[in-house]
């Protein structure tokens, strides 16, 4: 068969990539064969109440809180098809960063790792749904909390511990830290009092 000019200079590149492509093939293997988990920017986590970042009406005596920050621990489900219980989820040891290369799978590890300057305040979660509620207050989760027809006893609920999330990592120049974030509507709950 004959090839014209363009033909051949393409063939001849073609085999060449095929040629390099083998040479690394077994690196390639390794890589993909590796023990080590590597994480995403988003994963599954578990979650569980670690303390009120904001309250409503900053000026009154009756403050209840409209935000708050979670631990988190990274979880995968053994089997999404038979997921019945706490029972069917798994807590791997290790996590990697692909970002940072550095492991960890909770809230505490990753403090540790990070080192972040605000301490204490660094690695939490935050859902995004209690965050809007700091601004668009005295409507909490969509329910206006200085109404007249809001119950006594009635306060916006911090999600129950052991709530599942799919946590998303973000990393603030601004703040120098490393945070967690997820999107997850808030309810309100209490006792109501008699009139």
Known sequence: MKFGVIDQDYMNQLAQSTGEFDDIKAEIKQVLSQDVRRG???????????????WYPEESPHLFPIAWRYNWTRVDLKD??????SMDLVTEE???????GQNFNDTGGCQDAVGSPLGAFGCF????????????VPIVF?????????PDGFS???LPP????????????YLGSTNYYFDRQGTHDGVCESP
Do not use: M, R
């Open 80 to 85: 999404p098809h038979f997921f019945n219980n």
């Open 142 to 150: 969509g329910v206006d909390v200085a109404g007249a027809s809001y």
């Open 156 to 158: 916006p609920q911090p």
């Open 125 to 136: 979660a935050y859902n995004i749904a209690e965050l809007s509620n700091i601004l668009t």
């Open 162 to 173: 052991s709530s599942l999330v799919w946590l998303t990592k973000i990393s603030s120049p």
């Open 40 to 54: 995403s920017k988003s994963f599954l986590a578990q979650i569980g109440y670690s303390g009120d970042i904001a």
């Open 94 to 100: 290790l996590y990697e960063d692909p970002q940072t």
